[in-house]
């Protein structure tokens, strides 16, 4: 299918801001590769200089130190570059700090951190552009409608069936399984969550990069029994497109990916690899909606189904939700299951989940504006 190209929408930015904020979790959220012992969040304030604003938010998950160390970034790098000057779009001013940045990131051996502060910024400017037009964001970026299915994400290997029944009573109806922690937990989760949740219930799986091409084939035949909707990262993401059409061409599971990729060439060789039946950018740690849009469109004219990863705070959360309703198709918001009052408190399509899906309203830009004082207050409640 076809979306419609991006509008252009002048703009001068008169600051930024960045905020970082942490939530001690009670139960460490676990990963392949690593353990989050807290839930960070860095989000970006951008106010144009007819007193417009708007909100992003900078992809900070690891490691520990990585929402600090990208707020200095947005302050001592981007900053300079971006306040004070006129852009004829968010989508100029994202590809002004990309290009002003690139030999930084090849100098520094930072392109990660950079392209994620650019990423969180360029959220931060469409949501300054549709609340100054006063629609919201989907509606601006051509969207039909404000309804955005979703599905339960990141339940850990720790009794997931146990989580899986709490979100399904909330409304989820799709949900995704951590895997990659040694066979026999694996399976026994899966087995328990298809004891939970019954067969017909959408289940996808996450492996984190966590396999060897031996590895990846292995498990893909052990767990096909499951009926999983996709295998998500079985290979490390830098591994070569000859490893992932192997695996492909061994599996009927849908294999899915994207969060660890960036730049154009980068989706580019995944699309024309031909492997992933999902694709996954994340606006938050790549593109934000200038670079990701393209993307999308490529992704979808090429029948790929395009699911946005996401795994943080509130207002990257709001921004993918409403860059998949304008996308359309048929993907699904990946939402985080585990508790987080930086997500909670900044979504509240998300307090009414109806037959797995939300409804993003009519509220200008992404829905929600973030309060520091009130945040604080919601991790300190939580704790």
């Known amino acids: 299918m076809s ?24 139960t460490p959220v676990r990963t392949s590769f690593g353990v989050m012992h807290d839930r960070p969040a860095l989000f970006v304030r951008v106010e144009d200089t007819e007193g417009a604003v708007g909100w992003g938010e900078v992809w900070c998950n690891f490691p520990g130190c990585g929402a ?6 947005l302050e001592t790098v981007m ?12 989508q100029a001013a994202f590809a002004q700090l990309s290009d002003a940045t690139a030999v930084l990131a090849i100098q520094s051996g930072e392109p990660g951190p950079i392209a994620q502060a650019i990423a ?11 609340r100054r037009a006063g629609v919201p964001l989907w509606r601006l970026l051509g969207g039909a409608h404000g309804r955005v299915p979703v599905y339960a994400s990141g339940l850990n290997p720790d009794r997931p069936e146990e989580l899986a029944l709490r979100r399904h009573a909330e409304g989820y109806r799709a949900f995704k399984l951590k ?10 989760n899966l087995t328990a969550l298809r004891a939970a949740l019954g067969d017909d219930t959408p289940l996808m799986v996450d492996a984190n990069q966590a396999w060897s091409l031996a590895q990846a084939q292995h498990m893909a035949a052990r767990i096909a029994p499951f009926g999983l909707g996709w295998l998500e990262e079985p290979l490390r993401a ?14 009927s599971l849908p294999l899915a990916g994207g969060e660890n990729l960036a730049g154009d060439a980068a989706f580019d060789a995944a699309l024309q690899a031909r492997v992933f039946t999902v694709l996954q950018p994340d606006a938050a740690k790549w593109g934000g909606i200038s670079g990701c849009w393209p ?29 998949l309703a304008a996308a359309g198709g048929d993907g699904m918001l990946e939402v985080d299951a585990n508790p987080n009052p930086l997500r909670t408190t900044l979504s509240p399509p998300l307090q009414r989940i109806e037959n797995g899906a939300i409804d993003l309203g009519e509220t200008p830009g992404i829905g929600v504006e973030p309060e520091p004082a009130r945040i604080a207050d919601a991790i300190a409640s939580a704790l």
Not at 120 to 130: N, Q, R, T, V
């Open 68 to 73: 600090e160390h990208r707020a200095r970034l």
């Open 179 to 188: 895997v990659g922690f040694g066979e026999e937990r694996d399976l026994a």
């Open 120 to 130: 969180g910024i360029d959220l931060a400017l469409w949501d300054l552009c549709a």
């Open 238 to 251: 830098d591994r070569p497109w000859s490893e992932w059409r192997t695996l492909q061409q061994g599996t």
């Open 79 to 90: 900053a300079p570059l971006l306040v004070q000057r006129a852009f004829g779009s968010p």
């Open 3 to 26: 979306i419609a190209a991006l509008p252009e929408l002048p703009l001068t930015i008169a600051r930024l801001e960045a905020m970082v904020f942490r939530y001690p979790v009670k």
């Open 295 to 323: 993307v999308i469109r490529r992704a979808q004219a090429a029948g790929l189904r395009y699911c946005p990863h996401y795994l943080g705070a509130g207002v990257g959360l709001l921004a993918s939700a409403h860059l």
